[in-house]
């Protein structure tokens, strides 16, 4: 068996987390998001539903993930098209989805930022905003209702792990909360972890990490299991059914990439669209 990259792991572990049956939600530009869900439905979730706000659509069947072809999954496979006011209006609400969100910032309790890094990001005195973030999109609505938030961090690190973070636009865990919870599930490029007691709290180290990198590139101090054990790697079938038919490109990696690396890895992508 070839050498197990970080998100091969991690795409084994959010399929891991998909029942037969389910329907699940996907945001835009998550693709470690959308080859967990083709995994799980192509092993042990045959009748699992998936939606995108990618086409806005409903799918059962998979194709290959593609840049320059995104259509022919979410748009061609489509069960049925539905505009983004029905989606968040009707389907979100009464079918509450499973869906993986991807944090800027996360604390220890669940709540996340995808708007801003900055403090005093509204104050009238110091409004500069160091850092805009793509936005909230409809997290701030579906994590209000919705009991399975689910959420992954592909570069584990104290930027994104924080014990206070400036703006929360999905809502975590809160004894002010009316409707669902706050979320069940974590996995990084480095371990995976569950709420318990609605704090964040170690499960699984992946092969090769240690305690002790966990908490030097976590922001507060992480709970451990008392059943901490090694996450179990991907299987032989799982590892083919990902970089053969899934995603042959590669495209996940783009998640795990930041500047230089990542705009020359696009560009190599494209052009092997391109020639096939």
């Known amino acids: 068996m070839t050498e197990i990259s970080p998100d091969e792991i991690m795409v084994v572990c959010m399929a891991r987390q998909i029942r037969d049956g389910e329907v699940v939600a996907q945001g835009i530009a998550t693709p470690l998001v959308a080859a967990a869900y083709i995994l799980a439905r192509y ?130 865990h809160s004894p002010t ?26 499960v699984s180290l992946h092969p090769g990490i240690s305690l002790e990198q966990i908490q030097r590139h976590t922001g507060f101090s992480v709970q451990i299991s008392p059943d901490l054990k090694e996450t179990p790697l991907p299987t032989e079938e799982e590892l083919r059914l990902l970089r053969t038919q899934i995603d042959p490109l590669g495209i996940r990696r783009l998640e795990l990439m930041s500047g230089a690396e990542r705009r020359d890895f696009l560009q190599r992508i494209l052009e092997q669209e391109h020639r096939r």
């Not at 979100?92 to 990001?121: H, I, M």
């Not at 409707?179 to 609605?198: M, T």
């Open 177 to 202: 909360r009316k409707r669902g919870k706050g979320a069940v599930f974590l996995v990084s490029d480095l371990g995976q972890f569950d709420f318990y007691n609605g704090e964040m709290r170690l």
């Open 43 to 172: 092993t042990h979730a045959p009748h699992l539903y998936f939606a995108s706000a990618i086409g806005q659509s409903i799918c059962r069947n998979a194709a290959p993930l593609s840049l320059s072809k995104i259509e022919h999954l979410w748009l061609d496979q489509a069960l049925t098209h539905v505009g983004f006011v029905r989606a968040a209006a009707d389907i979100l609400p009464s079918l509450k989805p499973k869906e993986f969100f991807r944090p800027a910032q996360v604390d220890r309790f669940g709540n996340f930022n995808n708007v801003a890094f900055g403090k005093d990001l509204f104050s009238q005195q110091n409004p500069k905003v160091r850092l805009r973030l793509p936005g909230t999109g409809g997290i701030p609505d579906v994590t209000s209702f919705i009991s399975e938030i689910y959420l992954y961090v592909p570069r584990h690190s104290r930027v994104t792990f924080v014990e206070k973070i400036d703006v929360c636009s999905g809502l975590g």
